[in-house]
Every structure is written in C-alpha cells, then in structure tokens.
C-alpha cells in the first residue's frame, strides 16, 4: 500500500495552461505539505496544511492554490503556468501536534510530479 | 531566519570508504534533526531522525548521525560505503514552533566499485 500518493507522476504542459496535482496519504496523519524540488536538487516548501487548514504559505505567487478537502488529500492547482514552474513537486505528510508545535514523525513523502512547462 | 548549512556540495569515495557528510543549522531553541536519501529519480526516504534522547542515532543502511548541540551539527557518518549508496543526501531540521521541515541543499554523493 502506497503511503503517500501523488498524481500524475508526469506532466508536460504548455506556458499558460491551468493544471492540478492530486496527493492523498493513508497513514492517519494530521499535515500534509507540497515541497518544490528545482533542478539543482533545493527543496523547498510551499504551503502545509493541519486538518484542513492552511498552515504554511511561503513566497510562492498566488497562480498556486493548494485545496484541502479533507485531511488525507491535498490537492495542487496552478494557473497559467509559466517555464519557471518547471520542477519536481513533492507531496508529503506526517503527524504534528497541531499548528506551531513541531512535527511529531518524520515526514513522508510522495513519488514526485516533474512537471515541464514548454 | 532559521536555515541548514550543508557544506559538502559533491563527495566522490570508492567503495569501502568512510564517509562523513556535514549538516549544521541556525535555531537556538528545541530541534528535530533527519536526515533524507534521494535515489536517482526517486522520492525522498527517511534515514534517521533524532527527537530526544541519545545523540548517537542509527538510521537504516548502516547509517547514523551525531547530534552534537553546542555546534549546532547533526552530521551523517558510515564507516563503509558501497556503491549503492550514490544518490542525493539532504539534511533537514523541525523548529518547535513551526510544522515544517527546513533542507538543506543537499550532498550528491557518487561511490565508485
């Protein structure tokens, strides 16, 4: 069983197109996040969510909007995509104690979406 | 801002080499410490990860790390690579008062038969 599932592990769009990326986990956990891996390998994360709701929203342009129907999935939208969006999106999850009070199991991640912009 | 130093960009070893990847943050308060490998076109696993307790932790593969809080450095050792051990190391640290976990850049290691 996969614990961490994400879709497409694939995804080559043109420059403005809108596109979604689906992450569901199996493991009970409360978070679930998306990182961005670029192509020199940085990771860095984008928006987590605790139950629901949005916890973490870094610097990133609101063409990415992250929606959380429930605390298993967490789902990626992005609007008019742009080259620079080209990358490696990570899904993971893990078990914290609630917003602020740190993570309480390692976080687990998804197989990844490359996703390419042309 | 609270960030993760790792100093070793690139480590080429040949097998059966002792390997000793560096990792160190900036945060004064309570931390949780991992460490993370990245296969070729694989998604992150866990190595180890240190909460509480004994600094020396093992991890899996022969792996541990050593939490040394006064320099603020969580490094990577093991006594013997092999070459499936190449792959991307990424040092990553959870501040008490947030849920996310910081990486650092990473360590691309290449072992060599």
């Known amino acids: 069983d996969t614990a961490v599932s994400q879709t497409p592990k694939y995804l080559v769009t043109q420059m403005g197109n809108d596109k979604s990326i689906k992450c569901e986990q199996n493991l009970g956990h409360d978070t679930m996040y998306w990182y961005k891996q670029d192509s020199k390998k940085f990771l860095k994360i984008m928006f987590s969510y605790n139950n629901k709701e949005l916890i973490i929203n870094e610097t990133v342009p609101n063409r990415f909007s992250p929606k959380s129907p429930d605390k298993a999935h967490l789902n990626l939208h992005i609007n008019s995509l742009e080259l620079g969006d080209s990358a490696v999106y990570f899904c993971?999850?893990?078990?914290?104690?609630?917003?602020?009070?740190?993570?309480?199991?390692?976080?687990?991640f998804g197989n990844g979406t490359r996703l390419t912009v042309t | 801002a609270q960030s993760v130093s790792q100093h070793n960009h690139h480590v080429i070893l040949s097998e059966a080499a002792s390997l000793e990847l560096g990792c160190n943050y900036s945060y004064g308060g309570t931390v949780n410490l991992f460490w993370y490998v990245q296969y070729p076109g694989q998604h992150l696993q866990l190595l180890l990860k240190y909460f509480s307790g004994d600094p020396l932790v093992k991890g899996i593969k022969g792996f541990e790390a050593e939490f040394i809080k006064s320099k603020f450095s969580f490094n990577l050792r093991k006594p013997s690579v092999q070459w499936s051990d190449t792959a991307e190391y990424f040092c990553a640290v959870n501040t008490y008062n947030t849920d996310k976990l910081i990486f650092g850049t990473g360590t691309r290691l290449q072992v060599f038969p």
């Open positions: 993971a999850s893990s078990l914290t104690g609630g917003p602020g009070q740190g993570v309480y199991s390692p976080l687990h």
